[in-house]
C-alpha cells in the first residue's frame, strides 16, 4: 500500500523558509515520481514540482522556479521541499502525491497523480 505522509508546514514571516518532508513507503521510488501540489483558499490545486525516481529529471511552476527545490534521500524514502523567499502568495495546503513512471520524467500537472498524502498547512503572513 503506498503511503506518504507530509510534515514541516508551519507558519512563517515574507521572506522566510520552510522544508517540508515527505515520507514514502509501500513502493519503490525507482517506479514513481513524485510531486508537490498546493491548494489556496477558493482556489484550485496547482503543481509546484515534482521529480522522477527513475532518471532524476525535475520540473518547476514558473511561480516557484528558483525559490523551491525538490530533493529526494533515498536511504529514508523521503522526498524534501525546501522553500525560501516564501510571499503571501505561498499561503497553502501543501500536498505530496505519486504516480508510477517507471520510464522516466515527471508533471507537475494535478490530474496524473494517484496516491496523495494528507497535506500539510504552510502560512505566509506579517
Known amino acids: 500500500e503506498v503511503q506518504l505522509v507530509e510534515s514541516g508546514g508551519g507558519s512563517v514571516q515574507p521572506g522566510g523558509s520552510l522544508r517540508l518532508s515527505c515520507a514514502a513507503a509501500?513502493?519503490?521510488?525507482?517506479?514513481?515520481?513524485i510531486g508537490w501540489l498546493r491548494q489556496a483558499p477558493g482556489k484550485e490545486r496547482e503543481g509546484v514540482t515534482c521529480i522522477s525516481g527513475s532518471d532524476g529529471i525535475v520540473q518547476y511552476a514558473d511561480s516557484v522556479r528558483g525559490r523551491f527545490t525538490i530533493s529526494y534521500n533515498l536511504a529514508d524514502n523521503t522526498v524534501y521541499l525546501q522553500m525560501n523567499s516564501l510571499t503571501p502568495e505561498d499561503t497553502a495546503i501543501y500536498y505530496c502525491?505519486?504516480?508510477?513512471?517507471?520510464?522516466?520524467?515527471?508533471?507537475?500537472?494535478?490530474?496524473?497523480?494517484?496516491?496523495w498524502g494528507q497535506g500539510t498547512q504552510v502560512t505566509v503572513s506579517s
Open positions: 502525491a505519486a504516480r508510477r513512471s517507471k520510464f522516466g520524467g515527471c508533471t507537475v500537472l494535478v490530474g496524473p497523480y494517484v496516491y
Open positions: 509501500g513502493f519503490t521510488f525507482d517506479d514513481y515520481s
